[in-house]
């Protein structure tokens, strides 16, 4: 039996849970309209940033391939590079912006701006792949994190601690030898560090190493050539001691023996 009898009835049963729901209703349907165009608008947002952080990217690397000889475009390199590198900070294309303003202080011979560059960059990615638990963090935080890119800004940072004569600093940031990204680059610059501090044996140990991981390869035209002079210049090994016994005389000098 129909519990509502009349039209009244309805409407006033429709009235009555509205004022019972309908303050609920309308907030979820408003929190829902919410999440779908705060979805939309924020994956248009990341869109339209990544098409200009793209964009800013590109000129950003033709301005960098100018920039040798060429002071103007290269302050106009390291301006796209800084606002590339603060308006996308802690994204990859963020990274790369660092990476090329180390490259261009080095150029300038501001080894102290490309030192903060690339410790920045050896921060934010360790050169030793992340666990899972590391991965589900990063992800959930929006961070890209790249043990390749990590390994690269390591060796180019322990390339600017050499050339600012801090050798020590420069070993100790290349780490122990484990093989992965960039260990030809890697041993190469050992030899030259540990030749630079008078580990002659070290060094060519370093230069052996790069050599054989570089064999199936090539492009280590250079390294041979620093472990033949290398080796050229260290000293012969000593003779073999002399024996203390009294030397055979020979029949002519037996026959002079009075």
């Known amino acids: 039996m129909d519990p509502y009898h009349t039209e009244e009835d309805q409407i006033r049963a429709i009235k009555q849970w509205w004022e019972r729901n309908g303050s609920s209703t309308l907030i979820g349907v408003g929190f829902a ?21 793209a964009a800013l990217y590109q000129q950003l ?7 040798s000889g060429d002071e103007v475009q290269r302050t106009t390199a390291q301006h796209l590079g ?9 994204n990859r294309y963020g990274d ?9 202080y080095v150029e300038k011979k501001d080894l102290a701006a490309a030192e903060r560059e690339l410790r920045g960059l050896v921060e934010r990615h360790p050169d030793t792949p992340p666990g899972k638990l590391q991965q589900r963090i990063n992800g959930l935080l ?4 790249d043990p390749q890119l990590g390994s690269l800004a390591r060796l180019r940072l322990a390339r600017v ?18 093989g992965g990204d960039f260990e030809i680059e890697r041993q190469e610059l050992r030899g030259d560090i540990l030749r630079a501090k008078g580990d002659a044996q070290g060094a060519i140990a370093a230069y052996e190493r790069a050599i054989e991981l570089a064999k199936d ?10 472990l033949q002079e290398l080796r050229l210049t260290q000293p ?17 000098e037996e026959k002079k023996t009075p």
């Open 96 to 104: 790369y912006a660092s990476l090329l303003l180390a490259k261009l």
């Open 142 to 145: 929006g961070r890209d994190v």
């Open 82 to 90: 800084e606002e590339l590198r603060d308006a996308q900070a802690g």
């Open 33 to 53: 309209l919410a999440i779908v165009f705060g979805s939309q608008w924020w994956q248009q947002r990341s869109l339209r940033s990544a098409e200009e952080a």
């Open 217 to 226: 390869s090539g492009g280590v035209r250079l390294v041979e050539l620093k």
């Open 236 to 252: 012969a090994a000593p003779a073999a001691a002399a024996s203390n016994a009294p030397i055979a005389a020979t029949p002519a």
């Open 161 to 178: 601690l050499f050339a600012d004569k801090r050798a020590d600093e420069a070993e100790t940031v290349l780490g122990d030898p484990a």
């Open 61 to 67: 690397q033709q301005a960098a391939e100018r920039a």
